[in-house]
């Protein structure tokens, strides 16, 4: 186990009726006037946004709403924010829904508290460790972002999908209430379930070789439950314990705890970041679309690491006497279990048929984030991520 250092100052506020405490929680903090971020009027029709109102008038708060966040947020609508926000005097930020709600409100922070175009932040030309206060409400059982230090943010001139990561970024507080995912289409309810799978499997398939095993076996816990949970949750969205498992694993998957101790990965989520910035795809289903081929292309650089995922994850019988069969086994499990949940395995499956052209130029965009290269586990160049997603097709 490596050096490493670990910091989750987010409060939580877990369970029922939860949202009605938004009010009490951002006037601790000091807030005054509070923007209410969100996206769709799915909060409007289910009554989430007059709770939230509610909450934050009886803490005597004044608010603006400001909607209109899409999948794979948009930096235009960010910096309407910003505006809107130094106009009106805003001094604490609500996101109300998923990850894309939440790292919108992220990035309306950072240019809340510093003097930079966002696009510096984003393109990697500054960096800063100050932000607005931000707390949230969840909406979705996906990113993490509720408790986790990373934003995300879609800049339109080039659809370019970049991020920024810095423990500033870190919600003060976190309300989840698992009732608010019941009425999520199947679809996103998978999707979501996908990308808190990926975000664990990011971390797990490391190459650091020092013992792990402690972090390895919570991570695998964390895997299996999910696993379990997205299944009943696809085929019964009003099962309490299966939106609660997937909503508090959706956290625990992202704010570090299961990177602890090793190197990540991420190679996955940089390439799918130039999927989804290239076709506005949803995230976690373009994640299932590309894993496989990803781990095919990968995993003999250490296949005993597949196995034991194989193995302890999805219940592959152990062959002692054939490491690869068992590694591969476990790849084709992971993909069974996205065909059960409604996740595609393929991005024909996606809906999509990139050309030449557009995976050429998806990998170099990839790699020009990382200096040329991609990945820990194995170092990816523009070549290999333009085979990954050819093997993708």
Partial sequence: MINFEFHTPTKVIFGKDTETQAGKEIKAQGGHKVLVHFGGDYLIKNGTLDRVHQGLEDAGLEYIDLGGVVPNPRLGLVKEGIRICKEEGIDFLLPIGGGSAIDSAKGIGYGLA????LEDLLLGKVTTDKIA?????????ATGSETSNSMVITIEDGMLKRSYNHDCARPKFAIMNPELTYTLPVYQTA????DIMMHTMERYFTPTASDTDLIDRMAEGLLVSVREAAQVAVKDPYNYDARATLMWAGSLSHNGLTG???????????????LGGMFDVAHGAGLCAIWGSWARYVYKTNPARFAQFAVRVFDVAENFRDTDTTAQKGIEAWEDWCRKIGMPTSLRELGITPTDAQIEEMA???VATGNGHVGFFQTLYK?????ILEMAK
């Avoid at 206060?133 to 059982?141: K, L, N």
């Fill in 114 to 117: 510093n003097d930079f175009e």
């Fill in 133 to 141: 206060p931000i707390g949230c409400i969840s909406t979705i059982a």
């Fill in 191 to 194: 999707s979501g379930a996908s």
């Fill in 260 to 274: 602890t101790g090793r190197v990540s990965d991420f190679a996955s989520h940089k390439i799918e970041h130039e």
């Fill in 364 to 366: 170099e965009k990839c």
């Fill in 383 to 387: 070549e290999d991520v333009m085979k």
